[in-house]
């Protein structure tokens, strides 16, 4: 028998290997039941499940939303701790020299972008309502650097009105290992979840499964032996 040719490096090279198909859901009759399931257990491990986001207004909370875009939220904790303690509403920030914001979000990355959304974003609510926020959807998503989650986040958590699930990397993580949504897109994750959750229970839902997802559900090692949902998640792509 002939030997299989060595590469370059020394290594036998064999036929490339195909990937794996991406693991579905459970079957659509199954997912409410189980969405049931992960609620009732997240609300018994996360009663109070507050956002992450430090702020003290929905101001604030616009904000520190549009620059936690690619970035951790302890990293804009820190950056908006310093920002707000000088310049805490839209008047001040609207005023601010663009190079001047520039530097005190650029740790947040993206920085030149975030600063120019969030003066534009700020100069328009006092132009347009007098600094405040505004409680409605469309209204905040026509606003520079406010997108759909962005608004989802604010209306949800500063006034208590779910206009959607809010999809970021954790719930959509959690929500594919536990057999809610085959999906990678955020818009089809947050569509799937809407359709299998009550909207009562939108708000919380995020907040609750971005807590599990950094305690226990985590990307590279989740604690499957520590998550009390193990009896009835089916592990999807763990």
Request: glycine share 6%.
């Amino acid at each position: 028998m002939g030997k299989k040719k060595a590469t370059s490096k020394g290594a036998l090279k064999g036929p490339a290997k195909r990937p794996s198909p991406p693991t579905p859901a459970l079957p659509a009759d199954e997912r409410k039941s189980q969405a049931k399931r992960v609620v009732r257990r997240l609300k018994a491990d996360y009663p109070e499940a507050p956002c992450a986001l430090v702020h003290e207004t929905p101001y604030q909370l616009l904000i520190a939303t549009i620059l936690s875009a690619q970035c951790t939220d302890e990293r804009v904790n820190i950056v908006t701790e310093k920002l707000f303690a000088t310049h805490p509403d839209a008047h001040a920030i609207a005023k601010m020299p663009i190079a001047k914001l520039e530097k005190a979000v650029q740790s947040t990355g993206f920085f030149r972008n975030k600063a120019k959304n969030v003066k534009a974003c700020s100069e328009e609510l006092v132009e347009k309502f007098d600094g405040q926020v505004p409680e409605d959807l469309d209204t905040l998503v026509g606003l520079a650097g406010v997108g759909r989650k962005t608004a989802n986040v604010v209306l949800g958590t500063a006034f208590s009105i779910p206009t959607g699930v809010v999809v970021d990397t954790h719930v959509g993580r959690l929500s594919r290992r536990l057999g809610l949504t085959a999906q990678k897109d955020a818009v089809k994750v947050e569509n799937d979840l809407i359709d299998i959750l009550p909207k009562k229970e939108w708000i919380d839902f995020s907040h609750r499964m971005i807590h599990h997802g950094r305690a226990v559900c985590n990307a590279r090692k989740p604690d499957c032996g520590a998550c009390s949902m193990q009896k009835f998640c089916p592990q999807i792509g763990v």
